[in-house]
């Protein structure tokens, strides 16, 4: 159990712009940040963070939040766990008490693989760092390399001991259950033999975007032919190596600060750039690159360099990575290292300087680096130039912005002297069939009638939703209203007076509420509505990012929800248009008051239809008294309707 004097040290010390700025890339937006949805696939920034107010909401997947609620969602930790992280990022103590064996098989199965995982990570570095075998041939092998003491700890690398169960049996002697270590690949099952799967070779550990162990890749050291120079953890419930990126957890603060990101093939291509000083770059680790992880950067920055070897494997690697990061709306640019010579070999013997001025000046974007293969495979080869180009019109009609491929069309007719007509005229032969439009031929949109199902919308629910919203952003201002008084003139009509009242927001929606004897029908808002209304009946000040600390995650999630609604849609420059919108703060009176008449309205309405219904069900005698009775409400209704100013049906 950890304290609550430590979570509210955690919660007091942490930022939220920070905390998910090691995830996604934030931009300036007025008085908040802004970035794309970590959730969904969204081309277009949704994804807002209030430093003020400490929360975050994702419009494009409804998400929202505290700091602690991000990291629950975006990595998937228990609220332990996000506190225990929080304390790691911030440097603030926190008090465990050691898992006995019975916690640790207490625990989900997909928190035991994490478990073990890190487990084996510790393991695998003590056994590098404090064993005769691991320094004599894990160490060496990195020294070889030319890694240095930081960069071992950086990337926490590891030597598993040349035994069959070493790492199993030490494992199961810590409290870990065999089903884990089995799951995770750490161990290998074959009938009644249990042995480990990265024996006698150095270990890279795989971690997570914050940090979390999820597999390992590991090199033999030996020249056995029968067994593979790199082996990685199989696929499981924590590790999907189509959706990791090696040294990302390493990365990622530098790839936002230079908003770039080096793509490389290989664990030691990473170590060693970063070791150089070039911390930006991350590895597929031998994959091909796959949507997945053009996503992941795409959380950091739009642009990309892929970093490849000379040889005619390595050129295929980088054209078939282009297209998939141009089909995700990125900048692209390739830069290929001289025959014989790849990231690793190449960082090693170049000072940082030389290194910097070689990628900048090599660094190609896709158009020239395509030419440029053209000029190497046969400049006299028309039939080889007409592929080419076709290839880069292919690439071309990936990129999904239409600017963006028109500018790349007048440069590939540039550099490959062909006319931009008969490239516009391919590209649009390309995109039959696919959804984007051609490049300079506007399609006329056809007329025809479209029946599109209507969606019903709960009239109380939003009703409700717009109380709360109320109570949240103003429940404690003082505001001027013209309230209604209802009064029944000699003649037995109904009528209205206006007078004028100063009132806090808050007391005015509870003594309607009282006086109209109704409460909120969603239990989400009604639990709500009671604990705004004690915090503000004790004259406490509403806090935003304490209040929801302690709210259950519909609750929280809904107060999310409100206190950012304002920030989806910001108004951009509407004075320079002569559209002058009114501040809501400066309405918030009128706004009260129509809540409460509509809702007003929507209830009578209800009683209305109640009532009618009895007609059908009623004795005769009292059929008159019951219309009698809806006829009062209808007139009831349409003096509301005239003071909202509107008709109601």
Same mark, same amino acid.
């Given at each position: 159990m950890i304290d609550k004097s430590t979570i509210d040290a955690v919660f007091e010390t942490s930022r939220l712009e920070e905390?998910?700025? $090691?995830?996604?890339?934030?931009?300036?937006?007025?008085?908040?940040?802004?970035?794309?949805?970590?959730?969904? *696939?969204?081309?277009?920034?949704?994804?807002?963070?209030?430093?003020?107010?400490?929360?975050?909401?994702?419009?494009?997947?409804?998400? &929202? &939040?505290?700091?602690?609620?991000?990291?629950?969602?975006?990595?998937?930790?228990?609220?332990?766990?996000?506190?225990k992280y929080l304390a790691k990022k911030y440097n603030i103590e926190i008090e465990e008490t050691e898992q006995t064996d019975e916690q640790k098989q207490a625990a989900t199965a997909r928190e035991s693989m994490y478990l073990v995982s890190s487990f084996a990570q510790s393991y695998f570095s003590e056994t590098l760092h404090n064993s005769e075998e691991g320094k004599a041939i894990g160490l060496t092998y990195f020294k070889e390399r030319g890694f240095d003491p930081e960069s071992i700890s950086t990337f926490f690398l590891g030597y598993a001991p040349d035994k069959w169960e070493a790492f199993t049996q030490a494992a199961l002697d810590a409290g870990f259950q065999e089903e884990f270590l089995i799951s995770t690949g750490l161990t290998i099952a074959k009938e009644e033999k249990r042995f480990d799967r990265f024996k006698g070779r150095v270990i890279f550990p795989i971690h997570s975007m914050s940090g979390r162990v999820m597999g390992f890749g590991g090199r033999i050291l030996?020249?056995?032919?029968?067994?593979?120079?790199? +082996?990685?953890?199989?696929?499981?419930? !924590?590790? /999907?190596?189509?959706?990791?990126?090696?040294?990302?957890?390493?990365?990622? /603060?530098?790839?936002?600060?230079?908003? *770039?990101c080096y793509l490389v093939e290989g664990y030691t291509d990473v170590i060693q750039m970063h070791?150089?000083?070039?911390?930006?770059?991350?590895?597929?680790?031998?994959?091909?690159?796959?949507?997945?992880?053009?996503?992941?950067?795409?959380?950091?920055?739009?642009?990309?360099?892929?970093?490849? $070897?000379?040889?005619?494997?390595?050129?295929?690697?980088?054209?078939?990575?282009?297209?998939?990061? +141009?089909?995700?709306?990125?900048?692209?640019?390739?830069?290929?290292?001289?025959?014989? %010579?790849?990231? $690793?070999?190449?960082?090693?013997?170049?000072?940082?300087?030389? #290194?910097?001025?070689?990628? @900048?000046? /090599?660094?190609?974007?896709?158009?020239?680096?395509?030419?440029?293969?053209?000029?190497?495979?046969?400049?006299?080869?028309?039939?080889?130039?007409?592929?080419? =180009?076709?290839?880069?019109?292919?690439?071309?009609?990936?990129?999904?912005?239409?600017?963006?491929?028109?500018?790349?069309?007048? @440069?590939?007719?540039?550099?490959? $002297?062909?006319?931009?007509?008969? #490239?516009?005229?391919? +590209?649009?032969?390309?995109?039959?069939?696919?959804?984007?439009?051609?490049?300079r031929k506007a399609l006329k949109p056809t007329m025809e009638l479209v029946n599109t199902p209507t969606q019903k919308v709960d009239v109380r629910y939003e009703l409700e939703y717009n109380i709360i919203a109320l109570l949240l952003l103003h429940g404690q201002e003082e505001v001027e209203i013209n309230d209604v008084? =209802?009064?029944?003139?000699?003649?037995?009509?109904?009528?209205f007076k206006t007078t004028s009242l100063h009132v806090k927001v808050y007391e005015k929606i509870y003594l309607d509420l009282q006086q109209d004897e109704v409460e909120l029908s969603t239990p989400t808002f009604r639990k709500l509505y009671e604990e705004l209304l004690v915090k503000y009946t004790t004259e406490q000040p509403l806090?935003?990012?304490?209040?929801?600390?302690?709210?259950?995650?519909? /609750?929280?999630?809904?107060?999310?929800? !409100?206190?950012?609604?304002?920030?989806?849609?910001?108004?951009?420059?509407?004075?320079?248009?002569? =559209?002058?919108?009114?501040?809501?703060?400066?309405?918030?009176?009128?706004? +009260?008051?129509?809540?409460?008449?509509?809702?007003?309205?929507? #209830?009578?309405?209800?009683? !209305?239809?109640?009532?009618?219904?009895?007609?059908?069900?009623?004795?005769?005698?009292?059929?008159? %008294?019951?219309?009698?009775?809806?006829?009062?409400y209808v007139g009831l209704r349409k003096n509301l309707s005239e003071r909202l100013d509107r008709v109601l049906f």
């Open positions: 905390v998910i700025g $090691d995830f996604v890339q934030l931009k300036k937006s007025g008085s908040n940040y802004k970035g794309l949805s970590p959730f969904t *696939n969204e081309k277009t920034a949704s994804f807002m963070v209030s430093p003020a107010k400490q929360i975050w909401k994702d419009f494009s997947s409804g998400k &929202g &939040g505290n700091v602690v609620a991000f990291l629950m969602e975006h990595e998937h930790f228990t609220y332990p766990e996000a506190i030996t020249q056995d032919k029968n067994a593979a120079k790199y +082996l990685n953890s199989p696929e499981s419930d !924590i590790y /999907q190596k189509s959706k990791v990126l090696y040294g990302l957890y390493q990365a990622k /603060q530098s790839i936002a600060k230079e908003d *770039n070791q150089a000083g070039i911390k930006n770059v991350v590895s597929s680790s031998g994959t091909a690159l796959t949507a997945d992880q053009i996503r992941l950067i795409r959380r950091l920055t739009p642009n990309i360099t892929l970093l490849f $070897d000379g040889d005619p494997a390595g050129l295929r690697a980088a054209l078939r990575g282009v297209d998939l990061i +141009l089909e995700a709306g990125m900048n692209v640019r390739v830069c290929m290292f001289p025959q014989g %010579e790849d990231p $690793d070999s190449f960082a090693r013997k170049t000072e940082l300087e030389g #290194l910097l001025l070689y990628l @900048n000046e /090599q660094a190609q974007d896709f158009i020239q680096f395509k030419a440029t293969l053209l000029a190497e495979e046969g400049k006299k080869d028309p039939i080889r130039k007409a592929e080419t =180009i076709r290839e880069m019109v292919q690439s071309i009609a990936k990129i999904p912005d239409p600017i963006k491929r028109e500018v790349y069309v007048q @440069n590939c007719s540039l550099l490959m $002297d062909i006319s931009e007509e008969v #490239l516009f005229s391919t +590209l649009a032969q390309l995109s039959k069939g696919s959804k984007k439009p051609s490049v008084v =209802i009064d029944t003139e000699s003649d037995g009509e109904l009528s806090v935003v990012e304490t209040f929801i600390r302690d709210l259950a995650p519909e /609750q929280s999630a809904l107060v999310t929800s !409100i206190m950012m609604q304002d920030e989806g849609i910001p108004l951009h420059d509407w004075a320079r248009k002569n =559209i002058f919108v009114k501040e809501k703060t400066k309405e918030i009176g009128r706004w +009260l008051t129509q809540t409460i008449l509509n809702f007003r309205c929507h #209830l009578i309405q209800e009683k !209305i239809g109640n009532l009618q219904k009895q007609t059908t069900e009623i004795q005769h005698e009292t059929h008159n %008294e019951v219309l009698e009775e809806v006829q009062a």
